[in-house]
């Protein structure tokens, strides 16, 4: 059977497909565009059965969509895409080398002879929870997450980073200057500790959703405590990694007693707000027997 | 006040319709014993009831403007009313509810039923009056003998006109004294127009609620961000640094500011009456073309000018050592500003006006590619 393909934009005619089953996926259908039109790799494609519809799933036949000989579909090119993997590594990677750049007190920032200057045990600290944050969302990257894409447009490579980078750029400048003052240590212990036991959470979680997704599939199901204690939050949030994101910053803030490392803290709370709220609801669409008591984030409050 | 029709006492009676039924609403309380007859295009009530003459007997007679259908007619007796509702052969609006143009004195018409359609069991929910808004304006003239305006229509056109006053003060100001001493009126302008300029740019404020409370469309996010923009190149770049006010730049950024509002205010108030203008509409979407990037430009120029004093008076800004670890140095933000920000701000900002434009005035067929 023929299949038109139409643009999205100016619903132009761009490919007529020939050669289909009933059973061809729509991955193939986008291997055979590929084919036709080097630039436009299967991840940059979106096909739709209308202009403004939702992207049809790559494993479907389009059988599923009731597509007849001489049917229209609509393609949408998602622009250049990067990998998902590539993007984290980016990144993290920056704020690692940014921050240690900053610890070494350059003199086009601190002026000559700041260098030298004595380092406060805190600063130190506040180096080392920093570049281990960092250290273990790479490795995070590399051997715990299993992504549902695989990529994202170009664009937020950029935008990504300038986020995470200039951001790190912003604290390191205040944590690691000369004229830093420390809080009392009982303040600085007391908040070490729970930075410490927020990356722990953060990693339990992001393990333990590792866990519940076999590999290679994009399966999707409920997320549940674990024999891992730190895990128990997921009773209360839907977004427990979130969560102690957010605690591990809300530790390092109070460890520095930094504005602008509340800031951070604030604005990383209020991404992941976002991003919590939409998956909570995803969550309770899809499943009819989601526990009623959780929370998208905050415990008992958002 | 009553009128007597064939020797009886009528009761007031409100009429309200859609295109597919009248109402009347008989205005007698503790009505008993009542009579009806309706015809094809007459209706005929009495009752004993409480009126406006008190307890006695009343009644009506109308002939009706078209045909209703007698036996789908329904009468409704309450304590407080009698609701009458004649369905009408053919859905047709009427332009009156009698077949004489002359309204009896009693009949008035029932402006609660024309805004909500609950008593009815049709599916339309529509405001009636969006179908047929002169109408209901002339009624409501005829009814009450004069049209009720909106309050927030009205708060708007007060608002947009005492700014376009206030601008155009400022620009008849800087025009005179230009006109008397040419250049040298520049250094006294900020002594002259400022206080002005910083009253009617606190106003402007007022625009970031309007959005908020619904009394305009659009987000309160763009107003925010323009009128935060202007008042910290007003009060932080100018009003807090005097060696700043005398530059001629400021004369020029006056300028620049108050011809694009002096545009966009009456604009805006034709808008709310719908009384188009397309002068005044062609000037408020193209102008922009020259004055943005000139406004920008000012602004700049004010900006780098004063880094220098700036960094010598240290104002506005906080160094560390402090309690909080922070600081903030205003001459390197201003750096970031006029390096960084500056000229994606001004791209972002003209490419939305100009999809506005290609919006409003054209060519159709661009449209489409901008929706």
């Known amino acids: 059977m023929e299949i038109e393909v139409l643009s999205t934009s100016g619903s132009k005619p761009l490919f007529t497909l020939t050669g289909l089953a009933p059973s061809t996926t729509i991955k193939e259908i986008k291997d055979q565009i590929y084919r036709k039109k080097k630039a436009l790799y299967p991840e940059r494609q979106s096909i739709r059965l209308e202009v403004k519809g939702s992207s049809l799933k790559d494993s479907e036949p389009i059988s599923s969509f009731g597509l007849k000989s001489g049917a229209k579909i609509f393609l949408k090119d998602l622009g250049p895409q990067i990998g998902w993997k590539t993007v984290f590594l980016a990144e993290y990677a920056g704020p690692l080398f940014v921050y240690l750049w900053f610890y070494t007190r350059p003199w086009y920032f601190y002026g000559e002879g700041a260098a030298s200057q004595p380092i406060s045990q805190c600063t130190k600290i506040a180096a080392l929870c920093w570049s281990v944050h960092y250290a273990k969302r790479l490795f995070e990257t590399v051997f715990v997450h299993r992504f549902s894409h695989s990529t994202m447009p170009m664009f937020n490579l950029f935008k990504n980073c300038s986020y995470y980078w200039l951001f790190t750029a912003y604290v390191a400048y205040h944590v690691n200057h000369p004229l830093f003052t420390p809080p009392s240590d009982t303040q600085m212990y007391v908040s070490l500790g729970l930075f410490g036991v927020s990356q722990l959470g953060n990693l339990s979680i992001h393990v333990a959703l590792r866990n519940l997704r076999p590999p290679g599939t994009t399966v999707r199901k409920i997320p549940m405590p674990t024999s891992n204690p730190f895990t128990g ?51 309770k669409k899809e499943f009819s027997n989601y526990p009623k008591g959780r929370k998208a984030i905050l415990p008992l409050l958002i | 006040m009553m009128e007597k029709s064939e020797g009886t006492l009528s009761p007031f009676v409100y009429w309200a319709q859609t295109d597919s039924v009248a109402t009347l609403k008989v205005d007698l309380k503790s009505v008993k014993d009542p009579h009806l007859r309706i015809k094809e295009e007459t209706v005929e009530f009495s ?61 008035k018409i029932d402006f609660d039923k024309w805004k909500s359609e609950e008593d009815f069991d049709e599916d339309e929910t529509r405001d009636i009056r969006r179908d047929f808004p002169e109408i209901y304006d002339k009624l409501q003239k005829e009814e009450l003998g004069y049209r009720r305006e909106s309050a927030k229509k009205i708060y708007l056109a007060i608002y947009n006109l005492l700014q376009f006053i206030g601008f155009s003060y400022v620009l008849i100001v800087m025009y005179i004294r230009h006109y008397k001493s040419g250049a040298e009126s520049m250094e006294g302008t900020y002594e002259a127009v400022g206080p002005a300029m910083k009253f009617i740019q606190l106003m402007q404020f007022l625009e970031v609620l309007h959005p ?11 107003p925010f961000l323009q009128v935060t923009g202007r008042a910290i190149i007003l009060f932080v770049m100018i009003e807090a640094e005097p060696r700043m006010q005398t530059k001629p730049v400021v004369f020029y950024l006056f300028l620049v500011w108050s011809m694009i509002e002096v545009v966009r205010y009456p604009y805006y108030i034709t808008q709310l009456y719908n009384m188009e203008n397309s002068i005044l509409t062609w000037l408020r979407y193209t102008i922009w073309v020259p004055l943005y990037p000139l406004g920008f430009l000012c602004e700049g120029v004010v900006i780098i000018r004063d880094i220098p004093y700036y960094e010598e008076t240290n104002r506005f800004s906080i160094s560390m050592p402090n309690k909080w670890n922070f600081s903030f140095y205003l001459p390197t933000v201003m750096r970031i ?21 290609v919006k409003k005035l054209g060519p159709k067929s661009w449209i489409r590619k901008y929706n």
């Open chain 1, 233 to 283: 939050l997921f009773n209360l949030v839907s977004c427990p990694n979130y969560t102690y994101e957010f605690g591990s910053w809300a530790s390092f803030t109070a460890m520095t007693q930094c504005l602008p490392a509340g800031l951070f803290a604030l604005a990383g709370l209020y991404q992941m707000t976002v991003w919590a709220i939409g998956k909570h609801k995803l969550y």
């Open chain 2, 47 to 107: 009752a004993n009831g409480v009126g406006a003459q008190g307890l006695k007997r009343y009644s009506f007679a109308l002939h009706l403007s078209a045909a209703i259908d007698p036996d789908k007619c329904s009468l409704k007796v309450t304590d407080r009313q009698v609701d009458l509702t004649l369905c009408k052969t053919k859905k047709a609006w009427w332009p009156r509810l009698t077949a004489k143009p002359q309204k009896p004195a009693w009949l």
């Open chain 2, 212 to 222: 908020m409370f619904g009394y305009t469309k659009g987000s309160a996010l763009t």
């Open chain 2, 337 to 357: 500003y006029l390096l960084f920000l500056c000229v994606p701000m001004m791209y972002f900002m003209m490419s939305h006006m100009y999809r506005t434009r």
